[in-house]
């Protein structure tokens, strides 16, 4: 009768993943195949980057289990060969070991920019969001720059490991940079806002616009309604005239009407807002839209000269921030000490709906186009010849609205070793028309 050869299996473990610096176990186990009783040394072999102690015990006679435990430094998955001999018998397994990044936590605003009229509260949001498995509470803090004007309060200053606080912030006007910084013992990350303070007035917003040929309605609903934000303002020419019924409106027949002040404070946001003009009719209308304006005060929300149709088939919007696009400040320096027609052109500006976008003219017949960050953008310019420039910045934003304009002229010396000489800046303010 044919009987099978003594002999062993080998199985090897593989442990769960744990963090970067952590170690962890795998089990070897030694099974005796038809009454085995040898016995099994146990040696492995460590690949690059995983440390490993020695296998325990180091041997085992017939069947048993050993133990090895490893540990890296870097994240990643390890393999680790284990080999079993007992005489000329010889058996493999292998045990896969994973090591994830060190627990650790990120923290993000949203917004990154804030845009408020002065004594008014901004907010953002703070998250503090867990990395592999970290369980700590983080604790944060704000600092802003300047020092002064502007006042800041979290909602809480302990996270735990995922949640958020509320960052609020007034003052007076100006561009302030707000630090919020979450730590945990060692571990210290920031997160950055921008709060741009626009002067309050206190004023409402009106609108104002120009209607031409509004003069048909149906079943007591005008040919043109006008909306901001989703809210209507007026129906025209029944709504404001209290008109029933089917007809034309003699008044407004083929001739240009002037329509508001509208009050429309209740219905703005900070931020970008929305005007819609459109025609509710399926009947065949047409009208036209033109100098459209939002005011606040002194302060020019939205102004749009053009003239633009209306129909049932055709509507049209236009976008406005509050608080307004402004530039702060236009200003030309030296940068260069070895040749002093090197000019750095930086613009600041408040309020506005991001992205902006710079572009500079240097008056020489060149130009070119930047991103703002943080209510600046900066370019630097090399002038080729002595001369009196005209230099200018347009920085728009992403609101019909968007549009602001400054300049100011440099004067470029002869010699290239001379100074360059800067006036001050003329800005100049501009909406979009």
Known sequence: ????????????????????????????????????????????????????????????????????????????????????????????ATATFTFNGAQDFTIAASPTTVNVNAGVSGTSTITVSSLNGFTGTVTLATSVSPISGLTCTLSTTAVSSSGTSVLSCSGTTGV????????????????????????????????????????????GVGQLQVSVNGHLVVDIPSGINHLTGSGDYAPYDNVWVSFGPFDITSFVVQGQNTVLFKDPQTSDHFGLVKNVTIVQGNFVLLHVERARGVFPEFSFSYTFSNPPLMIKDFTASNSSTTDLRIVTFTATYTGGTAPFKCNFSFGDGESASVAGSNGTCSVTHEYDNSGTFRASVAVRGASTSDIQRAQLTITVAGDPSANTSLSTATVALATNS
């Open 1 to 92: 009768m044919f009987t099978s050869a003594a002999d062993f299996t080998i199985a090897a473990s593989s442990p769960a993943a744990v963090t970067v610096g952590q170690s962890a176990s795998s089990t070897i186990t030694i099974t005796a195949v038809n009454g085995f009783l040898g016995v099994v040394t146990l040696t492995d072999t460590a690949p690059a980057g995983l440390v490993c102690g020695a296998i325990t015990p180091s041997s085992v006679t017939g069947s048993g289990t050993a133990t090895v435990s490893c540990s890296a430094t870097v994240s990643g998955t390890y393999k680790l060969p284990v080999t079993g001999t007992s005489g000329s018998l010889t058996h493999s």
């Open 176 to 219: 302030y940079t707000v630090m919020v910084t979450g730590t945990n013992g060692a571990l210290s990350h920031t997160a950055t806002v921008t709060f741009n303070v626009s002067p309050s007035t206190g004023a409402p917003v009106l609108l104002t616009f120009q209607g031409f040929d509004l003069d048909d309605f149906d079943n």
